[in-house]
T-cell receptor, first 110, second 113 residues
Framework: ELKVEQNPLFLSMQEGKNYTIYCNYS?????LYWYRQDPGKSLESLFV?????AVKQEGRLMASLDTKARLSTLHITAAVHDLSATYFC??????????FGGGTRLMVKP | NAGVMQNPRHLVRRRGQEARLRCSPM?????VYWYRQLPEEGLKFMVY????????ESGMPKERFSAEFPKEGPSILRIQQVVRGDSAAYFC???????????FGSGTRLTVV
């Protein structure tokens, strides 16, 4: 059974600082997703990582994937208040079902 | 091209009533997935459907919950005799096939009082 764990669960940062969210998954998966969710809203797709060593960047966010370690990271550079949200990683099972991590609630303080 | 449409956005039901949640996938998408999100938690897979077929319902509670995706019309997630523990956000997602990631709808927030 595929299990996905994220840490930390809660992250309070100052604006301008860097930090990394970690996502571990328990069994082989061929795709790793990162989503953003604002309170009361749906999930916004941020990144899809398909292969070992994949790195994708969008603005202040950069995601990477190490399939051997079964680890993905979401790195935040020079955080700004607008990045405050909950971030989820998810890995896919056979048949395209996703198993989600518990989420990381990010709060960026001025 | 409209995204995945879910309605209603908010639904309040008394204990013992039935809840019907609707999901219209994106145009050209024949794969539909339902997920449930309890407060302060991640999403949990419930059921995966293709037109007129349930492909995987391993995440669906055995009683009171059912799902369908008819040839015509939206996918329906039906919860009979709702209980307080059913209060959650229910998200639908669709994809054109299994090699694609998918797009989530805005969700239906069910409150059981």
């Amino acid at each position: 059974e595929l299990k996905v764990e994220q840490n930390p669960l809660f992250l309070s940062m100052q604006e301008g600082k860097n930090y990394t969210i970690y996502c571990n998954y328990s069994t082989t998966s061929d795709r790793l997703y990162w989503y953003r969710q604002d309170p009361g809203k749906s999930l916004e797709s941020l990144f899809v990582l398909l292969s070992n060593g994949a790195v994708k960047q969008e603005g202040r966010l950069m995601a990477s994937l190490d399939t051997k370690a079964r680890l993905s990271t979401l790195h935040i550079t020079a955080a700004v208040h607008d990045l405050s949200a909950t971030y989820f990683c998810a890995a896919n099972n056979a048949g395209n079902m996703l198993t989600f991590g518990g989420g990381t609630r990010l709060m960026v303080k001025p | 091209n409209a995204g995945v449409m879910q309605n209603p956005r908010h639904l309040v039901r008394r204990r013992g009533q039935e809840a019907r949640l609707r999901c219209s996938p994106m145009k050209g998408h024949s794969h539909v997935y339902w997920y449930r999100q309890l407060p302060e938690e991640g999403l949990k897979f419930m059921v995966y459907l293709q037109k007129e077929n349930i492909i995987d319902e391993s995440g669906m509670p055995k009683e009171r919950f059912s799902a369908e995706f008819p040839k015509e019309g939206p996918s329906i997630l039906r919860i009979q005799q709702v209980v307080r523990g059913d209060s959650a956000a229910y998200f639908c997602a669709s994809s054109p096939d299994t090699s694609y990631g998918y797009t989530f709808g805005s969700g239906t927030r069910l409150t059981v009082v």
